[in-house]
């Protein structure tokens, strides 16, 4: 299973996007559900995400302006990301931790980096 991070694009300062990441299937344990994101000659680091608590966590550049959610029925989790700046420009990447029921209603407990999706903040 490959994972595609999507909703990324150029939006204006200011602008949302909303990106998603899925796997194949409804979801049944969650261990890690996390945005992160890597911009040109940084280090990846954390967005957002779920814990295995169920609560939720934000980078402090974010706050107040980014949204993590999921639907574990679909098997995706997403980021609503609000008022844009310039800064938030980077490769996005979900990393999903989990464990879910395949279309072959197989339990599959599995570690996924998805593919990036670039997000460009730029007037």
């Known amino acids: 299973v490959q994972l595609q991070a999507s909703g990324g694009g150029l939006v204006q300062p200011g602008g949302s996007l909303r990106l998603s990441c899925a796997v194949p299937?409804?979801?049944?344990?969650?261990?890690?559900m996390d945005w992160y994101r890597q911009a040109p000659g940084k280090q990846r680091e954390l967005v957002a995400g779920y814990t295995s608590g169920g609560g939720t966590t934000y980078a402090d550049s974010v706050k107040g302006r980014f949204t993590v959610s999921r639907d574990n029925a679909k098997g995706t989790v997403y980021l609503d990301m609000n008022r844009l700046k310039p800064e938030d420009t980077a490769v996005y990447y979900c990393?999903?931790?989990?464990?879910?029921?395949?279309?072959?209603?197989?339990?599959?407990?599995?570690?996924?980096w998805g593919q990036g999706t670039q997000v460009t903040v730029s007037s």
């Open positions: 990393y999903l931790d989990i464990g879910y029921y395949n279309p072959s209603h197989e339990q599959v407990v599995a570690k996924y």
């Open positions: 299937g409804s979801i049944f344990s969650i261990y890690a």
